[in-house]
């Protein structure tokens, strides 16, 4: 990642700076909503983890432990039913970098730190939903698809999966 970019913890003050890059980065009917964002920093703060140019916030991930879910129906009923911290599975919630940045290792760099994160915690693997046009892209990160992709806020999801 470029020397001009640095990671930090995310904190609540910096909702709105998240709530932008969600914004770019994703479909309108993806997006996180301000609350949702907020129920995150709030379960698990040492999950969240955002990239700052400057005074900008450019990209941000969190991630937390659930229990061991692996459809897309056990993974969609909020957060707060999700997390468990005694969990033995790190679920990636959030990977946005803002459309304009996207293609300088941001998101890699989130995702390391998300794995780096899980690994902190004891958990056996980190697992994630997106879309298979990513398939290239987690697949370099060393994560497998578990799960064939089903219908999730109107587009088609497959869940991944990297053993730790």
């Not at 709030?42 to 900008?56: C, D, I, K, N, R």
């Not at 697992?127 to 992709?149: D, N, Q, V």
Request: with cysteine; proline share 5%; net charge neutral.
């Amino acid at each position: 990642m470029s020397s001009s970019f640095q990671l930090r913890a995310a904190t609540p003050e910096d909702l709105r700076g998240l709530l932008a890059v969600e914004q770019s980065a994703f479909p309108r009917e993806r997006w996180a909503t301000r609350e949702s964002l907020a129920r995150r920093l709030e379960l698990f703060p040492g999950g969240s983890v955002l990239a700052e140019a400057g005074a900008e916030i450019v990209a941000f991930s969190n991630g937390f432990p659930i229990r061991d879910l692996k459809t897309q129906s056990e993974l969609d009923p909020g957060d707060e039913h999700l997390f468990s911290p005694e969990g033995k599975v790190w679920l990636l919630r959030n990977l946005a970098v803002k459309q304009s940045m996207q293609g300088q290792g941001l998101g890699r760099e989130l995702a390391r730190e998300q794995i780096r994160l899980a690994q902190a915690a004891g958990v056996r693997c980190v697992r994630l939903t997106a879309p298979p046009e990513l398939s290239g892209w987690y697949t370099g990160l060393g994560f497998t698809m578990i799960r064939s992709p089903e219908a999730f806020h109107g587009l088609a999801q497959a869940v991944w999966e990297q053993a730790l």
